[in-house]
């Protein structure tokens, strides 16, 4: 079992930065493979990046390429997402999750554990 509790979220201007956190419970984090998500209202959630048990593999949705980084602290248990260039469009719910393969997904539906979310609005 794994529990997941996201913090970092918050308001900020069109061009800001945030820097997402996502604190893992559990002694077998560093297998996991792991993804950030976001929700807007009235949309379906999306794939915004992952990353593999050990960080050498890591993917991102297109509109976020060049902007997002996500990382890994395997002895913190911990997962991050960096979020730059902030766009009003991008105002959701961030979800990080887990996945008990040593390889990400960009399928939500793969994913076995998640958090509550945290809240990202960019202001225009």
């Known amino acids: 079992q794994v529990q997941l509790v996201e913090s970092g979220g918050g308001l900020v201007q069109t061009g800001g930065s945030l820097r997402l956190s996502c604190a893992a419970s559990g002694r077998t984090f560093s297998s996991y493979a792991m993804g950030w998500f976001r929700q807007a209202p009235g949309k379906e959630r999306e794939f915004v990046a992952t990353?593999?048990?050990?960080?050498?593999?890591?993917d991102y949705a297109d509109p976020v390429k060049g902007r997002f980084t996500i990382s890994r602290d395997n002895a913190k248990n911990t997962i991050y997402l960096q979020m730059n260039s902030l766009k009003p469009e991008e105002t959701a719910v961030y979800y990080c999750a887990a996945r008990a393969r040593t390889y990400g997904s960009l399928v939500a539906q793969v994913y076995d554990y998640w958090g509550q979310g945290t809240q990202v609005t960019v202001s225009s």
């Open positions: 990353i593999n048990w050990s960080g050498s593999s890591i």
